[in-house]
């Protein structure tokens, strides 16, 4: 069998995504890979695939306990023998896992990176025939990441002491340039071939929106989604309880996760949600790592997180399954002052030195710079991540709130002379150049410690901008630095005058910005939103058969007690609908439809269509 066959035979694909064929290839060839790909972009498949073909077993690295059992289960699903072993294993479970691998039944083992060091586990690896070792979520080995993981250091020491080298898979979807060299690096890759692909996620729709009070906005928001299933992420665990009450209050379906409940209301909560028994999350950032719930159709940032890579990925949980599907930020100033209280308090239990703490917070705030750089931004959003993770882009998507809201340009040349000069203040004060935060508070007139400290407060320019609130403000500094007028010297991030700033600030050049009308399209009913994509959903004269398909997969679902979509995921019931196969041979043309997919549920799926149609 080649690796076609078998992206058919057992995951019932039609064809490869770019990228997932080379790694393959390369794996089979016996090299050592990094793949970069972004969350839902089909990292899983590059090692399974070649698991499947290799002799021996596959051992696959992966931080997150839930993220194995879910795995497990949907190799198990489509016919692939699979196994994990981690310390949610009773005794006699992990003694029955390792007497299967012994008599060599598994073709994938997945293990926590804590377990490479243990001796029983050590005689296993030395003994059996090991086709690769993949390592998921790579960029956990490096300091510069944002989940550095110590135990992932110990990687090249179990590689070591393995009887022979197989080829190590790495995959991240962390792309910047100082994490991709620690990967390679520290995970001891010889001479990896390393593929970055495409970060854009086509079907996934960015906005931010300023609401002026959030509770509303977000109940309008989920109302209109109604029946679908969304995530909705909060800063801190108080804004948790509180939206997750106000979702239930009105009745909507929702439940909510975080580090300060027990294990068992965590557990309980996550498969209600994976089970769309109630398809509404509430969460921190705790919550997602090894989420792969396919149907989400909307991701609500109710705060800013604090980086782009942590928005990226989290928002990347929506529309896993390529259909159309929504990533709303609702922002307000009060996120940045939550999300600096995080950053200096958020890396206190981490086994850090002084000097690796200083050095991870200054990266942190770099980070959350960006991130607020995001909120502020008047141009494409999408075209602003992909800038973000270095990736070419048009200039705008078309599929973004900002490339299809209504704009009115405003002249800004006012406020943005006060900036200039304050930052030009400054630096001849101080003799050197001090971040935005400062040049912001001096303008707003504020009485923070740091600033009277260094005597701003003795500026001509101390509260020239009094009346502006300081997210205005901010998005004023952000668009000088956008437009040129502003630069940041490389050391501590510093504002200090371009040499153009000159034209605005002498010769009057005019500065506009574009500003958006209120009326924003996602706070409309749907049917009344400007088209912008294209939606994969059932055809008019399908949706009854759909309907009849969706209610089939829920009762086997609730009869085998897995989740619905994986059975079949939305986007294989939309195909059937429209395909509508009356034999087993025209099911496997349905996209998504694996052989053993077919045999397991195809007599179930067939008669439904037949019935279905028969009655029409
Ligand atoms: P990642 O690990 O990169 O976040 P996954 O491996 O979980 O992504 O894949 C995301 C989704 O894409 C899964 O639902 C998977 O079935 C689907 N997928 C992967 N490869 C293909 C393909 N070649 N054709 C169609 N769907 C695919
Ligand atoms: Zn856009």
């Given at each position: 069998m080649d690796k076609l066959e078998t992206l058919k035979k057992y995951f019932g694909h039609q064809a490869f995504r770019p990228g997932q064929e080379s790694l393959i290839d390369g794996i089979l060839s016996g090299r050592d890979v990094l793949g970069v790909m972004p969350t839902g972009g089909g990292k899983s498949l590059c090692y399974q695939i070649p698991a499947l073909l290799l002799p021996g077993l596959a051992v696959v690295i992966s931080p997150l306990i839930s993220l194995m059992k879910d795995q497990v289960m949907a190799l198990q699903q489509a016919g692939i023998p699979a196994a994990f072993l981690n310390s949610s294993l009773s005794e006699e479970e992990l003694r029955g896992v390792y007497r299967r691998a012994w008599a060599g039944e598994f073709k994938l083992l997945y293990v926590a990176p804590e377990r490479l060091a243990a001796e029983g586990f050590l005689n296993l690896m030395r003994e059996a025939e090991i086709s690769l070792v993949a390592v998921d979520e790579a960029h956990c080995v490096s300091q510069w990441g944002q989940d550095f993981r110590p135990s992932y250091l110990r990687i090249p020491a179990f590689l070591s002491r393995l009887s022979r080298r197989p080829p190590v898979a790495a995959f991240t979807a962390t792309a910047t340039q100082e994490v991709r060299r620690d990967m390679t690096q520290l995970l001891d890759l010889r001479e990896p071939l390393t593929l970055v692909t495409g970060f854009d996620r086509p079907n996934l729709y960015f906005d931010v929106l300023r609401p002026k009070k959030k509770d509303p906005a977000l109940l309008s928001l989920v109302r209109e989604r109604q029946d679908?299933?969304?995530?909705?992420?909060?800063?801190?665990?108080?804004?948790?309880?509180?939206?997750?009450?106000?979702?239930?209050?009105?009745?909507?379906?929702?439940?909510?996760?975080?580090?300060?409940?027990?294990?068992?209301?965590?557990?309980?909560?996550?498969?209600?949600f994976r089970f769309d028994r109630r398809p509404i999350m509430v969460a921190t950032n705790a919550?997602?790592?090894?989420?792969?719930?396919?149907?989400?159709s909307y991701v609500i940032h109710y705060n800013m997180p604090k980086s782009p890579e942590a928005y990226y990925q989290e928002a990347g949980r929506a529309g896993r399954d390529g259909e159309a599907a929504d990533c709303i930020l609702l922002y307000s100033g009060a996120d940045l002052v939550t999300a600096r209280f995080l950053i200096e308090n958020g890396r206190d239990n981490e086994e850090l030195t002084g000097e690796q703490r200083a050095q991870a917070i200054r990266r942190d705030y770099e980070r959350l710079e960006k991130m607020a750089g995001y909120c502020a931004h008047s141009g494409c959003l999408r075209g602003y991540l992909l800038d973000y993770f270095g990736q070419e882009h048009p200039d705008r998507c078309g599929s973004c709130g900002n490339c299809t809201g209504e704009f009115v340009t405003e002249d800004v040349t006012r406020q943005a002379q006060m900036i200039l000069s304050c930052v030009k203040r400054a630096q001849d004060k101080l003799g050197y150049n001090v971040g935005s935060t400062l040049i912001a508070q001096t303008l707003k007139g504020s009485r923070g410690r740091r600033l009277l400290e260094l005597g701003l407060d003795e500026l001509s320019?101390?509260?020239?901008?009094?009346?502006?609130?300081?997210?205005?403000?901010?998005?004023?500094i952000q668009l000088l630095t956008d437009k040129g007028y502003l630069l940041r010297d490389s050391g501590y991030g510093g504002l200090l005058l371009a040499p153009k700033a000159g034209e605005v600030l002498f010769r009057e050049?005019?500065?506009?910005?574009?500003?958006?009308?209120?009326?924003?399209?996602?706070?409309?009913?749907?049917?009344?939103?400007?088209?912008?994509?294209?939606?994969?959903?059932?055809?008019?004269?399908?949706?009854?058969?759909?309907?009849?398909?969706?209610?089939?997969?829920?009762?086997?679902?609730?009869k085998e007690n897995v989740p619905p979509f994986m059975i079949f995921s939305n986007a294989t019931l939309t195909d059937m609908a429209a395909k509508q196969p009356r034999s087993l041979a025209e099911l496997l043309e349905v996209s998504g439809v694996g052989e053993k997919k077919a045999e397991k549920y195809g007599a179930a799926f067939l008669l439904a269509i037949g019935e279905y149609l028969d009655g029409q």
């Open positions: 679908r299933s969304g995530i909705i992420y909060c800063a801190t665990r108080s804004a948790v309880e509180k939206v997750c009450a106000l979702l239930q209050s009105r009745g909507i379906p929702a439940t909510r996760y975080h580090a300060g409940l027990d294990e068992e209301e965590r557990k309980r909560n996550q498969e209600d919550f997602g790592m090894g989420i792969d719930k396919s149907n989400v320019t101390y509260g020239l901008m009094k009346g502006q609130s300081a997210q205005e403000i901010n998005s004023c050049e005019g500065v506009t910005r574009w500003v958006r009308l209120a009326a924003q399209p996602e706070l409309l009913p749907r049917e009344e939103r400007p088209a912008r994509r294209k939606e994969r959903l059932p055809a008019p004269g399908e949706e009854g058969l759909f309907q009849a398909l969706k209610k089939l997969r829920y009762r086997l679902a609730q």
